[in-house]
């Protein structure tokens, strides 16, 4: 587990991942796979992945569904692993992992069946939302669909905004569903299909559908041992169950 991290002050899902957390969207496994029956993805079609991290996602979309996957990653430590973990799976002709920011997707020249982005808009300030969807809108086929799995807001929006951002040390801005689709419309996509849930990311019962029994026995035994790290995940917790009624998930496929 990461020794140098400043527990206080660290963005939550850093936070998270020192736990031994591996599934940080807030609708876990159970959202990605609504997404993906309703991609219904055909062999050799191909999926621009934003954020790519490590390269797992790509590489599980690579071999679950045999498209060929392109995954745009800003850290270069997080490149690198990703190209080791793509060669060990032996999908180097499948999938590709180059290193970008998000925000300069115009750089981007190919056209793709699929966008998928998780957990990477609510991070962003309004502008920034709108030119990442615009370089989306740009990636796409003619056809082509976005993939979208991130946060939303209910009422008393600026209040649960406050609370979520203070509680994970980034900016949080989350919408709510009408601003999602307002902000997809303004850049040229149509939701076609959306549904929304709780905010489960620390549920027990979601973490054990996440992370399966013994990831989660380890999880819970990293934090009861580091009292620093116990202290941090316990007020996001506390957070995410006060503002419950306020704040979820939302997937949704746009066209």
Not at 119 to 132: E, F
Not at 141 to 153: A, I, N, Q
């Given at each position: 587990m990461t020794t140098t991290l400043n527990f206080a002050t660290a963005p939550g899902h850093q936070v998270l991942a020192a736990a031994g957390k591996k599934i940080l969207r807030p609708g876990g496994r159970k959202a990605t796979e609504r997404l993906f029956a309703w991609a219904n993805f055909q062999p050799e079609e191909t999926v621009i992945e934003l954020a790519a991290s490590f390269g797992e996602s790509a590489i599980e979309l690579a071999k679950r569904f045999n498209v060929r996957v392109l995954g745009i990653e800003k850290n270069p430590d997080s490149v690198a692993k990703a190209r080791e973990n793509i060669k060990a799976a032996g999908l180097s002709d499948r999938v590709t992992i180059i290193e970008g920011d998000i925000s300069r997707l115009d750089k981007i020249t190919d056209k793709f069946d699929y966008v998928l982005a998780e957990?990477?808009?609510?991070?962003?300030?309004?502008?920034?939302?709108?030119?990442?969807?615009?370089?989306?809108?740009?990636?796409?086929?003619?056809?082509?669909?976005?993939?979208?799995?991130?946060?939303?807001?209910?009422?008393?929006?600026e209040q649960a905004r406050k609370s979520l951002s203070e509680s994970i040390r980034v900016n949080a801005n989350p919408l709510t569903v009408s601003e999602w689709s307002t902000a997809c419309k303004d850049a040229g996509l149509t939701i076609e299909q959306q549904q929304t849930g709780k905010m489960g990311l620390l549920n027990f019962s979601q973490m054990v559908r996440d992370e399966g029994l013994l990831g989660t026995v380890k999880i819970i035994w990293n934090i009861l041992t580091n009292p620093h790290l116990r202290q941090r995940i316990l007020q996001m917790r506390r957070v995410f169950q006060q503002k419950g009624k306020n704040i979820g998930y939302i997937v949704f496929i746009s066209q």
């Open positions: 957990a990477i808009l609510t991070m962003q300030s309004d502008i920034g939302k709108a030119k990442i969807l615009s370089g989306i809108r740009n990636c796409l086929k003619p056809g082509g669909k976005f993939l979208s799995h991130e946060m939303f807001v209910r009422d008393n929006a």
